[in-house]
């Protein structure tokens, strides 16, 4: 049996908790929860106005009523912690919501691109293969007989010299142009035939803005019956307007080269200054007329060299030159490169600058 006393304190603890479930679900952060701590918990907190209560009632029901009242605090400090932990979870996720937006697309990732040098052998392979032109590869280290005699370079000619050429054995050079390639394929398969050979050639060239001991050409061969020049102006033509837009003026130039007769240079009208050579410069300060840097105002870009291959070239592979006559061109796919992306120093495409390939592509 208890007592009216005993009725009251517990009438008194089960309020205390409710109020105290109150404020702890009203408390949003952990001073607050402390606040509540102190008001319910603490020294001179409502539960010791509970406790006020064991005086009141008869002696031997105060252990009992103590026991009881602990047993409550206990209680109510765990719902605390409990909540306590629950709040700090929450502020910490608040404050990553704030910094870090988990949803946001990351950087993305550096994949590298064409190196612009491979971009334009790809450019003149595709435009070449398109019209039939087979893609060709050769050797790099070639024999002084397909390098320069059956190209119908004379023995005394510069190029020969070690100075200029990179000579591995009297007889061996690292091929100073692709037209070896020309001797090779010719020498395989009789006419007609239609090639094109890009890949690497090497010169002893002191390195500066302009010039590198190897560099990528790419040559092109047709020879049939019935082939002439009009049919490499057409094919070179249609080639510039591929890289340069299909408005690009050509021309051709009367030229020299032992292994074509007649031969030409080939240029393209400057797409920086259309022709011009000069281009107008605008600043802060107004506007000048400056003289093109892409084409050093002289208003075309030189591509490369042409012409119909010499009679002497095609009697070296055993073509009869009564039977059959054929062109072939070479150009330098660096100079194009720099054309395309405005790049005044060669080195550029050597130094493995990290996003060099990337910027152009
Ligand atoms: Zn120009």
Redesign the pocket.
């Given at each position: 049996m208890t007592t009216t006393g005993m009725n009251e304190l517990e009438a008194n603890l089960a309020s205390l908790t409710a109020r105290f479930r109150d404020a702890v679900s009203n408390a949003s952060d952990a001073r607050a929860l402390d606040d509540v701590r102190v008001a319910f918990l603490g020294r001179s907190g409502a539960v010791t106005e509970v406790r006020k209560g064991i005086g009141k009632l008869p002696p031997p029901e105060r252990p009992g009523a103590g026991k009881v009242i602990n047993e409550a605090v206990q209680a109510l400090e765990g719902e605390l912690t409990a909540a306590l932990a629950r709040v700090e979870r929450a502020a910490l996720n608040a404050s990553l919501e704030d910094t870090i937006d988990v949803t946001f697309p990351g950087p993305p990732a550096n994949t590298g691109a064409i190196h612009p040098v491979r971009r334009v052998a790809i450019d003149v392979a595709r435009y070449f293969t398109r019209h039939g032109f087979a893609v060709v590869l050769g050797p790099e280290i070639e024999t002084d007989a397909n390098n320069f005699d059956a190209l119908n370079i004379p023995p005394d000619h510069p190029a020969r010299e070690g100075l200029d050429s990179f000579y591995l054995r009297p007889d061996l050079v690292l091929r100073t142009h692709t037209s070896p390639m020309q001797v090779r394929s010719m020498r395989k398969h009789g006419p007609p035939i239609a090639i094109i050979v890009p890949g690497k050639a090497y010169r002893r060239d002191a390195i500066d803005a302009r010039h590198l001991y190897m560099f990528h050409q790419v040559e092109g061969l047709m020879v049939g019956r019935g082939i002439h020049f009009g049919h490499l102006k057409g094919m070179l033509v249609g080639m510039l307007r591929d890289l340069f837009g299909p408005s690009a003026d050509v021309r051709f130039r009367p030229s020299f080269f032992p292994f074509t007769e007649p031969s030409a240079e080939v240029d393209v009208k400057?797409p920086?200054?259309a022709?011009?050579?000069v281009?107008q410069l605008r600043d802060a300060n107004g506007s000048a007329e400056v003289q093109?840097?892409?084409?050093g105002?002289?208003?075309w870009?030189e591509i490369g060299g042409s012409g119909m291959v010499h009679p002497n070239v095609l009697r070296s592979v055993g073509y009869d030159p009564d039977a059959v006559t054929g062109w072939a061109f070479g150009c330098g796919l660096e100079r194009i490169a720099m054309k395309r992306h405005d790049i005044n120093d060669i080195r550029a495409f050597i130094e493995n600058a990290p996003g060099f390939a990337e910027g152009l592509a």
């Open positions: 400057c920086a200054c022709g011009t050579g281009v093109c840097r892409t084409c105002g002289s208003g870009i």
